[in-house]
């Protein structure tokens, strides 16, 4: 799909008409019940009429209002980010600071993260409330490709570029690793391309040839490379371009 076809079938997407109380959920975050408690209390109008109806049709083009704010659709959201150290890829989390405390978007409570990155690394990490994309992505069936840069504490040596290309017996795990390129830039630094995701996966397949990850950095998913302009905890909305690549 072209970045023209994926834009146009957005547009589609936005103003195919739905019930009331899923618009009004949809553009403020409540819940569905939340949504429908907000319509029996008369908080709601549809070009000036007020509608209490939740399973009423919003046609294409209306103007709703609640509490004199205009609810708009804005369509899917499509995020990467330049994840920091010391945070977690979840919505809530008791012990740790998460992603989303970095975010100043609507209805954040419908994002999640396309996949996770571990506390202590950093690096791209897309965002979205569109669950197809999203699995387009992680299914292990798609293979998409993940490039790490990888800091360890001992010095690489050629025979770890077969061993990762031959796949690696990761502890607790029967079955190897697929098939890896490890790309050595010097003898303590090194790009991984794995197409798998499994837990810890890149720092357990260091720790399968004695090694140790000292510092690890996500830098592209599939052909999308982070972009070098955000600043850790940074993030910026995908083109429709970059979207289509998955």
Not at 41 to 67: F, H, R
Not at 75 to 101: E, I, W
Not at 129 to 138: E, L, P, V, Y
Request: hydrophobic letters at 40%.
């Amino acid at each position: 799909m072209s970045g023209l076809q994926y834009a146009a079938y957005l547009f589609e997407k936005i103003r195919t008409t739905m019930r009331l109380d899923r618009f009004v959920s949809e553009t403020t975050g409540m819940s569905r019940k939340e949504a429908t408690k907000v319509l029996q209390s008369a908080e709601v109008t549809i070009d000036g009429v007020v509608q209490k109806k939740a399973a009423l049709q919003v046609p294409d083009g209306a103007k709703v209002m609640w509490n004199n704010e205009l609810l708009e659709l804005t369509g899917p959201t499509y995020l990467m980010m330049h994840k920091p150290l010391d945070c977690v890829c979840a919505n809530h989390d008791s012990r740790h600071r998460t992603v989303f405390t970095y975010l100043d978007v609507p209805n954040i409570n419908k994002l999640h993260t396309v996949g996770r990155l571990d506390l202590d690394t950093t690096g791209l990490l897309l965002i979205t409330d569109d669950g197809q994309w999203s699995h387009r992505i992680t299914s292990p069936k798609q293979q998409c490709l993940k490039i790490y840069h990888a800091w360890v504490s001992e010095p690489l040596i050629e025979e770890n570029i077969s061993a990762f290309a031959a796949g690696l017996e990761l502890t607790g795990e029967d079955k190897p690793t697929a098939p890896a390129l490890l790309e050595i830039l010097n003898e303590r630094e090194a790009l991984v391309h794995v197409h798998e995701g499994r837990y810890h996966q890149v720092r357990r397949m260091f720790a399968a040839i004695g090694n140790n990850v000292e510092k690890l950095h996500r830098e592209q998913v599939g052909s999308l490379r982070l972009d070098a302009d955000l600043a850790p905890g940074e993030c910026r909305v995908l083109t429709a371009e970059e979207v289509a690549l998955f």
